[in-house]
């Protein structure tokens, strides 16, 4: 995709925005319409568009397939992790109210954290499907 | 003020039922392809109506995921119908 200058200048022009609009609907979730897995399919749908417009030689410089699927299994642990921890505080899996001195911002801490994890996972699960279907050989 | 708003999505209903009445007529795959990306777009409209009548915010970031989605599946059916592959 060398000689389409229109489609690479508005590409680089629109994926800041896109990123940044993951990033709002992520850390804006517990206001409005969003949440962890829409913000991760958000930042996967910017870095799809990436590498369709400028080769995926390209994007795999940027995020290549073994550090993506790194990052999911981060997420993952993320989330189990924070389970895990209700646990160790004195609750059940899941439960938040023991994360800080007060159980309203126990509970923020507890899904603010859980929602990052869930969105590192959708992404690169996103991503990794992307990568599946462009394979070198087919 | 509502009449203001049914006024407007009576006329992008018309809008929508001439561009798929087009859409069916058509031949090119190209000019399809275009149709479906005004499609999209009048149904971005739409979604804002709708939040303006029901005076939220909240639809409006839906809007915008939506417009969002119809420019990357354009620009991928294009690349696949120009070289019959999007990875390059």
Redesign the interface.
Same mark, same amino acid.
């Given at each position: 995709m060398k000689d389409y200058i229109i489609l690479r200048i508005i590409t680089k022009l629109t994926i800041p925005l896109i990123l940044l609009f993951g990033l709002y609907v992520q850390f804006h979730g517990d206001y409005s319409a969003g949440g962890g897995f829409q913000a991760g399919v958000i930042l996967a749908s910017g870095f799809i568009l990436y590498n369709i417009i400028f080769g995926i030689d390209v994007g795999k410089a940027v995020l290549s397939q073994r550090m993506s699927k790194i990052l999911m299994g981060i997420g993952v642990l993320l989330f189990v992790g924070v389970g895990i921890m209700g646990i160790i505080l004195g609750g059940n899996f899941l439960e938040y109210n023991s994360f800080s001195f007060d159980s309203t911002s126990g509970q923020m801490i507890g899904i603010f954290l859980i929602e990052i994890g869930v969105g590192l996972t959708v992404g690169n699960v996103m991503i990794l499907v992307f990568y599946a279907f462009n394979n070198e050989e087919s | 003020m509502i009449d203001v708003y049914i006024i407007t999505i009576i006329a992008i209903i018309l809008a929508i039922l001439i561009s798929i009445l087009r859409f069916i007529s058509l031949k090119d795959i190209f000019t399809k392809i275009l149709t479906t990306n005004l499609l999209g777009t009048k149904i971005v409209l739409l979604i804002l109506l709708v939040s303006a009548i029901e005076s939220t915010?909240?639809?409006s970031?839906?809007a915008? +995921?939506y417009a969002?989605?119809n420019?990357?599946s354009t @620009? +991928?059916i294009l690349?696949y119908f120009e070289n019959r592959r @999007?990875?390059?």
């Open positions: - | 915010n909240d639809f970031d839906i915008m +995921v969002l989605i420019f990357i @620009i +991928v690349k @999007i990875s390059k």
